[in-house]
């Protein structure tokens, strides 16, 4: 088994700031690129941003500049730095994983459940 778990996720207003973190856990044996997609109400699934095993950041290009995608292989676990924060930021945000399991010779995407980001003043 294979888990991600996002947290983070509350209530900001407008041109604040927030930190999302995703943790893995489970039978891991190698975590490829990981990556963050959010999904506003009424609307479909959107990539915010992805990062490699080796660093290397993509980002949606309207939230470039506002956002920081980042990685911390010791704990399994990518981070989404928020600034500037906007209503239309609202959204829940989702973690992505591919990860390569001890069983197994390829990777496999895995998702977390969400978290709500919710800005409003």
């Known amino acids: 088994q294979v888990q991600l778990v996002e947290s983070g996720g509350g209530l900001v207003q407008p041109g604040g700031s927030l930190r999302l973190s995703c943790a893995a856990s489970g039978s891991i044996f190698r975590i490829n690129t990981m990556g963050w997609y959010r999904q506003a109400p009424g609307k479909q699934r959107v990539l915010v941003a992805t990062?490699?095993?080796?660093?290397?950041?993509n980002y949606a290009d309207s939230l470039k500049g506002r956002f920081t995608i980042s990685r911390d292989n010791a704990k399994n676990t990518v981070y989404l730095q928020m600034n500037s924060l906007k209503p239309e930021d609202t959204a829940v945000y989702s973690c992505?994983?591919?990860?390569?399991?001890?069983?197994?010779?390829?990777?496999?995407?895995?998702w977390g459940e969400g978290t709500l980001v919710t800005v409003s003043s």
């Open positions: 990062i490699s095993s080796g660093g290397n950041t």
């Open positions: 992505n994983a591919n990860i390569v399991r001890y069983a197994l010779t390829y990777g496999r995407d895995y």
